[in-house]
């Protein structure tokens, strides 16, 4: 961490900081004196200090972050990819694309266990479904809730693919005991009531970006549920507001090799919302195996036209059996590159 | 509520949409025939009608919301303003100017009654503080919790100034007993669990403007907490997320008066948060008080280089002083107009 | 034109709007009387209609847009995909993947010649230089100018490639005699002035979206040169400005297949600019050819540490290489799904 | 200008590019070598440093710059306020609130004449009317151009009233000879060739922010200007593209106090342009007076439903009346504390 200190400081101020940063944190402090401005240098775990409360005092100028903030995420102490594995085998980030597939919200049980057995044979391997779901109106269709979680079960129990559903309050985590892989929601990104609880469960959980997240905030929110103790976290790309009015998001696909390279964990896609439209599924799809995503996770209902919400961005089963084919056929040739 | 239907439809797939309309929701259908489209206009509870459910049926083009998806927060159906009158007296929403302040976060009990024998001296009718701090990294400082609640309540008090205080999970609603205004900060805006149960508490709640969050979106969070019914709500703009770097967000300002217009709930303004820097804040307070603001809320800290978070942006007392009298000036002045 | 009339109107101000616009636009009115408003349908030219000029009418609700603004830009008059082809045999638009390398600005003959003979072995069909320089700083190098469009038709003379370069003022036209292809910068997509002159012109224009433009206005600035008689216009993705610092801009790879959907001309993507990083060139334009654009732009330096602008997001010739023979393959995997 | 080296480079690399960064600029170089990183400390004039250049650097790790790159516009260079004042005497940024009125666009003689005189009964000192116009579509309407001047020359001989109007390309200077105060727009904020000539002329430039430009790029646009030689720059906030669509844009309102901190330039507000609707024109006014802007520019015409353009957004002489007073009294107030 760099620390430019103002001009008119005296050297006995300066003294008096450095005592203070070295009293409170466990650094050292290198300082370099210039004609116009003295410069400090900390050294040690920097991820620690607070670089807010460094600008708040007098003295300083400003302050820039040599080192990311954020450890346990971090690649550099890393360098091995994370891979996320299930104890009923299904893996995300070995270098295979996993597809994670289902309709927004689980609306029967003939719907969840139509939509799993078609995407099951399409290649998913993984059953998406949402019981609870954040709706931007309290009068629009909230999800089934605990029966929700009971059908995604049968379907479970049908097709063998394991569960990825969404919770949205800490007082609900009994009932998502079966659930396999549990998804944070964007805009539960900065929960961290949630997070911090999330990081004493043994199970994965999907952290979606946040609608206004950059990606070092994403990286900061996994962060939080692995100091707890969880390491099993998988990033989730799934677009990010901007002026833009065309699409419901505007997809960030340069997100993907960024946090590969910044992090360890497997980073996936989520098409469906980051467009909000159809037809720009199987593009968006197309891009994210093309650089590289650990996994997709994609919106299919049996019947858009009637789905309970976000009909507009689901695929049919035969729309994703067509997608399932041109991406991973991508993703092998990306591979063989 | 408009439906533009697309070119190619049959007159049978048309009555089929319609009565399929007329089903599922309490609206009567119009239809108007062009050469080239047909249109369909809706009438009724349209707030109930979920316009991405009829967006995504196969023969409808587009849709387009004639009347807006809130209700109980619209100034439609409510022209008159809501005041929130506190049992102690204080009053937020009658045409003052109503001041808010305090430290970020609570750290001490000679810190917070300092500041809040100073605030009220200076004109402030309610006191803030953290106790539970949402930071961006697990490694920072995150309040001291239930005991800086107990400090919050020996600064009441001392000198009566009501306490708002923000919430992060529902787990914590028991603590909040004493609590007179609770705060839903900004990255819990859309937090639906949260503010369903906030639906059901008998205190005003201060709801803040996500970082990311439109106008509607914000009248829609207000709308969950109101639809359980708590109608104090107060609504704080605190800037948004915008490309400008200089400051930590951009305050939107025209959100005020627009705000007042399309809703009868009082709307307050946090130009500490919205611009970061402690010497915008006083020109940013002077602006909401000339759009009309029914309240400012702001951090004072007795000594800003040493406060535990947002030391960058809270004001000294003296300073607070200097902004309380200004501001008082200018909505004196803006009144009389 | 769906126009939506308040509930307050008389219907002889109904009479006199509709007459109003009859006169002044050719098209024909459709009213629709429901119970508590009357909507409008307009039928005819109505990219001609003025919508703010409609939303000013006191009697006005709100306005809605049918059908696109843009006419010789739209698919819908115009399926087929249009194909741009150079006297001298180069093609964008024709279902392969057109790449257009070279540095960021010409510096000096070798360092253009070298690049460009560089690229055209590494399967480049076209070659990009700056000779004029928008830079942000009036203190930055401005380009060679004059002498820059030199030394390019001297690389020209040598490899044979064609010259794809960026034209900042009218008062330059002169100049771009020999340049096969000119160049409308982010900053430039609506300097409209340069536009108009640019419809006049009988040369394919290469039009760069703006850093804070939606996908409709590149529509058209388009629709502005095509409007001249020039239709030989490429449009460009570069990059969208978001609040994400992590990346100079944010590539919004959506707008690839959104244009192509939308209009019929070719559509290439520029990840040096995008990204503004050299090891994200690779991914993005991976990305690229998966979403079907029809090129890439990209920068190729000698010497990446040496050049004069730009140098941080160039690619050496050996990177390009690798770069050109990966995303051909991916094209080439595309177009066989 | 801080330079933090990469940790892998070799001590001769460090000399090399320190004496290749003595070479090429006037600075010198201090160097801070710690156990993981080594810092570099550039002095003197860093403004002509190129940023960019460094970052590609091999042993680069990051750049931080620690003076502004603008140095005419800077206030630091300058510490006093430049005081804009014409030869017939009206004066912008002496700490009265300039105000600038007229219609969007000039329509005809009766039109730019009846607005003309109102809005100087109303108190406005300067006139402004759009001749050359830059709208998004080639088919709305373009500006009446020469004829458009002429009249504003007409209303300026019956009211004088100097003229503030709008320049789209340098090819149209000479007409500009009559104009008063030069206007680029938004669109043109980077259009550095015309900033270029402009920075030849003997006339005020009022420079608006750019949609999706920084502070610190407006300032950049001036020093274009004012390193030609003209240091009359009115710099204009007029809103700024977010992701909020309920405004046309988002008024930065911080943007005039930081301004005015940075700069020595005066700084006005336009508040029609930064809502697009009329009824938020006049809040917005008055919190640019209570921040202390030197100026307004505010759409006034004499029938609004009928204007040609921006109607929208148009107040009637009527309204403007009532505004102008109100803002004059918050000046007045605010100036008093």
């Given at each position: 961490m760099i620390i430019v200190l103002k001009a008119n400081r005296s050297e006995e101020q300066v003294k008096n900081f450095i005592s203070n940063l070295t009293d409170r944190y466990d650094v050292s402090v290198n300082t370099w004196v210039g004609t116009h401005s003295t410069v400090l240098g900390l050294i040690g775990d920097?991820?620690?200090?607070?670089s807010e409360y460094i600008a708040a005092?007098?003295?300083?100028?400003s302050v820039k972050r040599v080192?990311?903030?954020?450890?346990?995420?971090n690649r550099k102490f890393h360098p091995e990819d994370t891979v996320i594995k299930l104890p009923t085998g299904q893996v995300i980030g070995d270098g295979s694309l996993a597809l994670i597939a289902g309709p927004c919200s689980v609306e029967s049980e003939a719907q969840i266990c139509c939509v799993a057995e078609r995407v099951k044979a399409a290649g998913a391997t993984f059953l998406r479904g949402g019981a609870f779901k954040p709706r931007t109106?309290?009068?629009a269709f909230q999800g089934l809730k605990a029966e929700g979680l009971e059908l995604l079960k049968k379907a479970k129990e049908r097709t063998g693919l394991p569960i990825v559903t969404e919770i949205?309050?800490?007082?609900?985590?009994?009932?998502?005991?079966?659930?396999d892989v549990i998804q944070v929601g964007a805009r539960n990104m900065q929960n961290f009531e949630l997070l911090k609880e999330l990081g004493h469960v043994h199970k994965p959980i999907l952290l979606k970006r946040g609608l206004a997240n950059t990606i070092e905030e994403l990286l900061m929110s996994a962060e939080y549920i692995m100091a707890g103790?969880?390491?099993q976290v998988i990033l989730c790309e799934r677009g990010i507001r901007t002026y833009?009015?065309?699409?419901?998001n505007t997809l960030d696909i340069s997100a993907v090799p960024i946090l590969k390279r910044l992090s360890h964990l497997p980073v996936i896609v989520d098409p469906s919302h980051a467009s909000g439209i159809n037809w720009l599924v199987e593009p968006l799809a197309m891009a994210a195996a093309a650089v590289g995503a650990d996994g997709l996770i994609i919106e299919v209902h049996n019947d858009p036209s009637r789905a309970l919400c976000d009909g507009a961005q689901s695929l049919t089963p035969d729309q994703f059996d067509v997608l399932a084919k041109k991406v991973q056929k991508v993703t092998e040739t990306v591979k063989s590159l």
């Open positions: 920097t991820a620690a200090v607070d005092q007098d003295i300083v100028e080192q990311e903030p954020y450890k346990k995420a109106s309290p009068y949205m309050s800490i007082g609900h985590l009994d009932l998502f005991e079966d659930v103790g969880n390491e833009e009015t065309f699409t419901r």
